[in-house]
């Protein structure tokens, strides 16, 4: 489908295909008020994305509970191509249960031993958009 | 500055440099009271951001007048490193005087030629992290 001069809307199925393709993404909150995103490192449980967050953070504050978003995109600013894909949905932090079952899914602490808590986002919308290039590869399957 | 297990916190000087080594940022703005992030191709303007957006996206409307995050990082997940900043200003689009003068600043519209607003953000807020490890890279000067 096209929309919007050129962007094509994904659908949830290819969004769902892409979101594993990436190790990087964006996680937008709230806090005092104000907007703020960052970075993570991420895999995909299912169709809920998991990562890690420092146990004194703000952001650890931010995500629990809430509503969130959560953005992954490949961009080529050379080629003028690209997709993302974003969800919504309530972060909740990994139960002691959740934790013994999946391991530690590759997320290794970047920054230090301590930076073990483990957050879960359930999508309870997914959104996909790509940047449509006549004769655009396509998206992988 | 040493904050969080290892994240290290940047000044707003080392904000200000990282900001233009990249070319793709990360917009984050409320739509419909969800949170949503999409990724722009961004130039710099003395301290101020600007991207494109269509004439007739959601994007357009939620990021004309409103407070929005901006994010921009670099992060290598097989080194374990990387940086963000995030700016926190008010969005506007820019003027026609400010357009004449400006130019297409190299952001040429990916999606075809009405692919044409431009929107400028001026921070009123840039804080940037970076993660710490021991024998890491020094930043950029």
New interface residues.
Partial sequence: MLI????ELLTEEQCRALLPTE??G?I???IGA??????V?YQMVGQDIVFRT????NLRAAVEGG?????V?H?D?SA???W?V?V?GVARRLTDGERAELGDLGL?P???P??ANMVRIHPE?TSG?R???KGHRPLPA
């Fill in positions: 919007d001069e050129g962007l190790a990087i964006r937008g909150v709230t104000l907007p703020a995103i960052f970075p490192n420092g146990t004194a953070t509503v969130v978003g959560f953005e995109d961009v600013p003028h191509e690209g993302s974003l919504v290794s970047w920054a230090g301590d930076r919308m958009r940047i449509a290039k």
